[in-house]
């Protein structure tokens, strides 16, 4: 039994042997100096002496397969072979220099191609870009003319050295990385690198003017662990590539800055580490707002004043006033969702309709009482000195009242008998020296007084007094409604 294990292991060698020796034998010169794939017979092909005993079952393609196997030296493109020459002992982790006292020059540049979205509430700035990087490798050179002219070539990112840039600015996680696009190697050693990626920055957001504001965004780019001194950062170009840039609905760059900077952080003093800042200016376009927030808001300020014109016995005075009240508060909201939660920048529309606001809680509550006036019960109060003092003296000449209220104290006989209405006394007395003037003019007092001790016609005159006070009001809560939104 053992005997038989021996024989046929020492089959198993010379079969072996014989294999290698026929391969060795039927090629000549180096593997790359042999271009030409070898011819096989339709009907079969030769084999070997040793593989005699396989050919009853391998077939005629089964067979050019495995004489091909044999001369697989001869059937390696060029790629192949240059790939696998200059990939041999070469370890992506080591910088591409071979004296490490030389630095890396990295030329860095963008092609922007979309402004994908600018959340405002979390201040962050969405971006399509295109990374252009290109720098020198020195393990990476070959002869052309070796490999048949074979100047470029596409490597695997994964396979070579890839200098670490990051977003400094960024508001994502760094665990996704670029697209793991192959980089364009030279015979030279010229190495570029331009993998698409989508980044999200953070940018300080200043929406005071919203949405007539300008907005100012960086996008800072350097080496997370090399400094100057082994990785060297420099710009590729002074602008950023637009040929491929897709204009955004929302926003407009007004322009573009690249600019490169040596910082010194705190955690390595005395070691600079380079960066390049892209500065993104954009403008907000405001055809949208115009139609959706701008002309309501204008539409229902008008609305507010137009309460006040309406007449007390409407009855739509305050619906109306609440109706534009609640509206406004449901455009304050609209604009509340899409603005930052920060105390260090108020937006401006805000204001005007937190104003406009107030005036028309206020216009309400003038409402009221207007038409608690104008609908005062039965049982009727003089109106206070003060009060009716003011509006007639302060008041009335400032709205331009003065002579509605001259000529309602001079039908109803007040500028004698009320000294609220003696400022229209000049204006009403005619000055006569006859008798005969002086015993008519005391006749009508006398008159006027007993006609203002009868309680019938106080009530009435009461009622024509709040009337002309009812007005005044009015006016003014309607020209100061207007002055208000003016000046907001």
Known sequence: MLFEQIVSIDLVLILLFSTKFECKTSSSGHYSSQRTRTN????????????????????SDSNAWYDNAFNESDLIPDEQRLLAQLLRNYDPSARPVYNASDTVSIAFGIALTQLSDMDERNQILTTNIW????????RLVWNASDFNGLTTLRLPCSKIWLPDIVL????????????QSKAMVDNTGHVFWPPPAKFRSSCKIDVTFFPFDDQLCKLKFGSWTYDAAQVNLTKRRDSVDMTNYIRSGEWDIIR????????NYTCCPGIYYPDVTIYVHI???????????IFPCIWLSILSVLGFWLPPDSGEKITLGITVLLAFSVFMLLIAESMPATSEMVPLIEIYLTAVMAFTSLSIVLTVYVLQLHHSGPVVLPI?????????????????????VEIYAREHN???TDAVYRCFYRATQRLSDSPRTNSINRKIKEKQKIKCRQSNIKYREILREYRIIVSLLNEFCCESSILSHLFN
């Open 256 to 263: 573009i800055l690249v600019k490169r900077n040596d910082v």
């Open 414 to 416: 007040l500028i004698e």
């Open 283 to 293: 403008r907000r376009r405001v055809l949208y707002y115009l139609f959706n927030i």
């Open 131 to 138: 990374l252009e990087q290109e720098w020198i490798d020195q």
């Open 168 to 179: 400094y600015n960024s508001a994502d996680d760094y665990t996704q990385g670029y697209y």
């Open 40 to 59: 096989v017979p339709s009907g079969g092909s030769q084999l070997p002496n040793s593989l005699l005993w396989s050919s009853s079952w391998l077939s």
């Open 384 to 404: 206070p000195h003060s009060f009716k003092y003011s509006l007639v003296h302060y008041i009335a000449p400032v709205i331009g009242m003065r002579k509605t």
